[in-house]
């Protein structure tokens, strides 16, 4: 059972377009939603990050959108670069009696084409 | 720069033997995660602990044991390795509850034969 759903698997733009990466959850516990991006051969990495009590927040070409009511968030990358050519992940983390927990959904594989 | 290191950086073992994975951080954090990335499957939590000589169970724990014997030492242990825990495996590490970042070490792939 996919706690954080998170689609398409794989998107391919061209460069200059704005790139949306959709995720979904259904635990209303949740309280933290990062974005992690990783490059091939790498590990995953912070990109950005949002908290329920704001639906927008954005990272120079970086923003994510979040509907607490509908439990959705997505990453748009504005003017996108060849450069942002990686895998996405969103996560959601769930706080409680047994610590912190982070949840990732399963990955877009974004490819931005000259 | 928060620092994670994994240890052994990839390695083959038989099926039903026993495979330790190292981890270690000098970031003087309290969590510490292992997580386990497949293809078509993204990354899924097995075991964190966040404090010493504790550890509670991930999504995925079945399969696996973890020990914490010290806030900067993490291992994951596979005590009758599978075919199907062949994977690449991140340990990470976060400040908690108000620092929530993870830090990656750089992954182990583990080919289970």
């Known amino acids: 059972q996919q706690q954080v759903r998170q689609s398409p698997q794989s998107l391919t733009v061209w460069e200059g377009e704005t790139a949306i990466l959709n995720c979904s959850y259904e635990?209303?516990?949740?309280?933290?939603f990062p974005w992690y991006h990783q490059f091939p051969g790498e590990s995953p990495a912070l990109l950005i990050a949002?908290?329920?009590?704001?639906n927008k927040k954005e990272d120079g070409r970086f923003t994510i959108f979040f509907n607490k009511r509908e439990k959705k968030f997505s990453l748009h990358i504005a003017d996108s670069q060849p450069g942002d050519s990686a895998t996405y992940f969103c996560?959601?983390?769930?706080?409680?009696?047994?610590?912190?927990?982070?949840?990732f959904g399963i990955g877009t594989l974004l490819s931005v084409k000259p | 720069e928060a620092a994670v290191t994994q240890s052994p950086r990839s390695k083959v073992a038989v099926t039903g033997g026993k495979v330790t994975l190292s981890c270690h951080q000098t970031?003087?954090?309290?969590?510490m995660y292992w997580y386990r990335q497949d293809t078509g499957h993204g990354l899924r939590l097995i075991h964190y602990?966040?404090?010493?000589?504790?550890?509670e169970k991930g999504d995925i724990p079945d399969g696996y044991k973890a020990s914490r014997p010290s806030q900067e030492n993490f291992s994951l242990i596979l005590e009758l390795a599978s075919l199907s825990q062949t994977a690449v495996y991140f340990c990470?590490?976060?400040?908690?509850?108000?620092?929530?970042?993870?830090?990656f070490g750089h992954g182990t792939k583990l080919s289970v034969l």
């Open positions: 990470a590490s976060s400040g908690g509850a108000s620092n929530e970042r993870l830090f």
């Open positions: 635990d209303s516990t949740f309280d933290y």
């Open positions: 949002i908290r329920p009590v704001s």
């Open positions: 996560a959601a983390r769930r706080y409680g009696s047994s610590g912190n927990k982070l949840i």
């Open positions: 970031n003087n954090h309290d969590y």
């Open positions: 602990s966040y404090v010493a000589d504790s550890t």
